[in-house]
């Protein structure tokens, strides 16, 4: 398979970035060190090139109908402005991706998938929407997308955004957005991210990426911001306690799986694909693994795919787990038997024959004070 | 710092080898810059017999884990505690202040020149 590039591809390249593949695309994984990428952006800020997730439109009369039908949430009642974390489920209610779903106006959405489902996702969402008054667009192809991240995100933002909308960018809340001129130009912002401080995302016409970038390194360069890859984008989004699919999340899970009861609307008269499929695994829960979070004791890191011990015995899988850099030691995550989960269980990780002592803790492991 | 140092050896496994009595081996630039930040570094033990080709410890990243494969033959001397300490040093002076170990070498595995191991890798030659 060929792989796909962002706008930003030579913006990267100029930078000295590391690429990695990542759902097909060819991302930088890191600029230089990804312990400073991470510790810029829990003590200043990080710029994101997230051009590789997907934007797909969904307006019409019926576009919160369709969307309430599509996904595990129901969106009549969202309002515009503000944004949801959803998941779309396949009839079995097996999990097809997270995804965040933005409302910009009555009848006007922004679906924004994981950049390896993204045309799953669109050609889900076009079928599912067949019945309902409503158009589905897949964006993705001329969307670029740039997270800035971290307790200065605001004010290295502000300085591009003209003055009289300087009260409207400060009183954005988490998981709002609204279109603003940046540098210039209309961008979509939202007070979102994934990495456990505060920040946003612009979304913003491919043929702008370039620019917007160099624009938004320079008005950061004083006051710490640097390039991010998806190396740091991963410590940070796993200390936050963040799933990531195809981790965390996958085909062969449902939603009460992952711990997600809250995110899917089982309330009367909410029909929806992979409805009757959810409801009987929220009622037949016994025995399934749970997601947990663990905290090593020692400091070699449980990775993806490592067992977890408890008296020799296997009692579950790593699906995510590095050395946490802000908090100085091992964390995890795992889908584990149910009786070992309660936090303050210890129970063992198999690192490569070695087993080593892990502790079942509450998420997220890293939350942010200011 | 170029990636490739003069007058080592190298394995394919990305160590150095710096003769002497005991040698002195670590890994090379090419393999720190590979790894990323390094985190967690496991060594034999002092005493400990090390044997050409084997594992004999462990280089964890943020991201990963790799083996340590003994470039020689030899009774480990030496460990560098500063290393164990502080792992970042293996990225920060690969071939200096970054050195793993030494070894009083009975055998040495294949080895290769710097010039050898700069074209396998496809970085400039020293």
Not at chain 1, 139 to 155: F, K, N, V
Not at chain 1, 287 to 310: F, M, Q, T, W
Not at chain 1, 349 to 358: S, Y
Request: net charge negative.
């Amino acid at each position: 398979m060929t792989e796909r590039t962002t706008a930003l591809y030579d913006a990267h390249a100029v930078l000295g970035a590391h690429f990695t593949d990542f759902g097909g695309w060819q991302m930088p994984l890191r600029y230089g060190s990804e312990l400073a990428e991470h510790t810029a952006v829990r003590e200043a800020a990080g710029l994101f090139d997230l051009s590789h997730m997907g934007e797909v439109w969904v307006q019409g009369p019926d576009a919160a109908a369709a969307l309430s039908f599509a996904l595990v949430g129901a969106f009549d009642t969202l309002a515009v402005g503000r944004a949801k974390y959803s998941l779309i489920v396949a009839e079995d209610g097996g999990i097809l991706d997270d995804l965040i779903v933005y409302r910009l106006a009555p009848e006007r959405f922004l679906v924004v998938p994981n950049a390896g489902n993204a045309a799953l996702v669109a050609g889900e969402l076009t079928t599912r929407a067949a019945g309902f008054t409503a158009t589905v667009t897949d964006a993705s192809a001329h969307t670029a997308l740039i997270a800035l991240q971290g307790p200065r995100a605001a004010e290295i933002l502000a300085t591009l955004v003209p003055e009289e909308d300087h009260e409207a960018l400060a009183a954005l809340r988490y998981y709002a957005a609204l279109e603003l001129s940046v540098d210039g130009a209309p961008a979509l912002v939202a007070r979102t991210g994934y990495t456990g401080e505060d920040g946003f995302e612009l979304f913003i016409p491919d043929t702008r990426a370039a620019e917007l970038w160099d624009t938004l390194l320079a008005a950061g360069l004083t006051r710490g911001l640097i390039p991010c890859g998806l190396a740091a984008r991963d410590s940070l989004r796993l200390e936050a306690g963040m799933p990531l699919y195809g981790n965390e999340l996958t085909r062969d899970l449902t939603p009460f799986d992952a711990g997600f009861d809250r995110v899917v609307n089982l309330a009367e008269g909410h029909n929806f694909v992979g409805r009757a499929a959810l409801e009987a695994a929220r009622d037949h829960r016994t025995g399934r693994r749970v997601l947990v979070g663990l905290r090593g004791e020692g400091r070699r890191a449980a990775r993806a795919g490592y067992p977890i011990l408890s008296e020799g015995a296997v009692i579950g899988t790593v699906t995510s787990g590095q050395p946490s850099p802000t908090l100085g030691h091992p964390v995890a995550f795992a889908y584990i038997d149910p009786e070992f989960a309660a936090p303050g269980t210890p129970v063992q990780a198999d690192l490569r024959g070695k087993p080593e002592a892990f502790t079942v803790v509450e998420t997220p492991f890293y939350r942010r004070t200011r | 710092m170029s990636t490739v140092a003069p007058n080592l050896k190298y394995s394919a496994e990305h160590e150095w080898l710096a003769a002497g009595d005991p040698a002195t081996v670590g890994i090379t630039a090419v393999a720190a810059e590979a790894l990323g930040d390094i985190v967690y570094v496991s060594l034999p033990e002092v005493g400990d017999t090390v044997t050409a080709g084997a594992t004999c410890g462990e280089v964890e990243s943020t991201k990963s884990v790799s083996d340590l494969y003994a470039p020689v033959t030899g009774e480990v001397i030496a460990i560098n505690q500063a290393v164990l300490d502080d792992p970042a040093l293996v990225n920060g002076d690969p071939y200096g202040a970054g050195w793993l170990f030494t070894v009083a070498v009975t055998a040495e595995g294949p080895l290769l020149s710097p010039e050898e191991y700069a074209a396998a890798n496809g970085v400039a030659a020293p």
